[in-house]
């Protein structure tokens, strides 16, 4: 008996099944695993890259539609921290106390005597005193003063009816700390919001210069919701203050702001950021 030499290219797989019935289904399993292996990760990789691919293809299309549906200037104007400045409380004189102390007896001693022994006190109404006093109570219309909200008089706030805070309270302007109810803006702080988007065009001369700052303006806001006396507290520069002054100057009547349930002329601060993106 002859010995035959073994093929070669035997791998491991030959070895394991020499001498077994190859044709079970193992063999064939165990021989098509490397390539169905490569395959699902080819394919897998495909998916993956093309998930990628759409994503980042609906985000530039996106853009592209939002971009057409913009006005030709780019959307480069956000407006926003519009927190008012507030003032600080102004210090009032303290004033002289009218009534001087006096020296009180805190614990009383108590003494119990019958009825007979116990003194009369003065000083105290019966009910029939009380409701003898009182029967004029509302029996005729009482007139009161409105010649409108009381004015700061030397630090301190004047009375209704006095002269010099009815003739002061016309011209007055009042800040934040000073009302109970502040002005706005028709439809509230989003709706001015979206006007000063609209309005607001970013300056050519601070697109140029890379100017991206806030732009901090006063204005007064009067009894009948008309603006007045705008001021620049902030500028960047690059025309972004005359911009905001201008949009301003256009804005429709707000509610006007109110001091003692009356219309009064109050100061507001508008912040209106400008950003480059």
């Given amino acids: 008996?002859?010995?035959?030499?073994?093929?070669?290219?035997?791998?491991?797989?030959?070895?394991?099944?020499?001498?077994?019935?190859?044709?079970?289904?193992?063999?064939?399993?165990r021989r098509s695993y490397p390539?169905?292996?490569?395959?699902a990760l080819g394919t897998g990789i495909l998916l993956l890259t093309a998930f990628i691919s759409a994503v980042?293809?609906?985000?530039?299309?996106g853009k592209r539609v939002a971009r057409s549906q913009a006005s030709d200037d780019p959307v480069i104007f956000t407006a926003s921290d519009f927190s008012r400045v507030q003032q600080p409380l102004p210090e009032l004189p303290k004033a002289a106390s009218a009534v001087p102390s006096k020296a009180v007896q805190r614990f009383v001693p108590l003494v119990v005597v019958a009825d007979e022994q116990a003194p009369e006190l003065e000083g105290n109404a019966t009910i029939a005193d009380l409701t003898q006093s009182n029967s004029t109570v509302?029996?005729?219309?009482?007139?009161?003063v409105s010649d409108g909200p009381p004015d700061l008089v030397d630090g301190l706030v004047g009375t209704f009816g006095s002269d010099k805070a009815g003739a002061s309270s016309e011209s007055t302007v009042y800040e934040?700390?000073?009302?109970?109810?502040?002005?706005?803006?028709p439809g509230g702080e989003q709706e001015l919001l979206r006007?000063?988007?609209?309005?607001i065009q970013y300056p050519t001369a601070a697109r140029v210069a890379g100017i991206a700052s806030q732009a901090v303006v006063s204005f007064v806001v009067n009894a009948?919701?008309?603006?007045?006396?705008?001021?620049?507290?902030?500028?960047?520069?690059?025309?972004?203050?005359?911009?905001?002054v201008r949009v301003v100057s256009a804005?429709?009547?707000w509610m006007p702001g109110e001091a003692n349930g009356h219309p009064v002329r109050v100061r507001f601060f508008l912040p209106v950021r400008f950003e480059l993106r």
Avoid: W
Wanted: with cysteine.
């Fill in 35 to 39: 390539a169905n292996l490569a395959r």
């Fill in 224 to 244: 009948d919701g008309s603006i007045s006396e705008i001021a620049v507290l902030k500028d960047p520069g690059g025309g972004c203050g005359k911009e905001v």
């Fill in 56 to 61: 980042h293809l609906a985000t530039l299309l």
């Fill in 195 to 199: 006007y000063l988007a609209r309005h």
């Fill in 251 to 253: 804005m429709p009547h």
């Fill in 1 to 29: 008996m002859t010995h035959q030499p073994q093929p070669s290219g035997r791998d491991l797989l030959d070895i394991v099944f020499e001498n077994r019935n190859q044709a079970y289904g193992a063999y064939a399993l």
């Fill in 138 to 144: 509302g029996a005729t219309n009482q007139t009161g």
């Fill in 176 to 185: 934040a700390v000073d009302v109970q109810k502040m002005p706005s803006f």
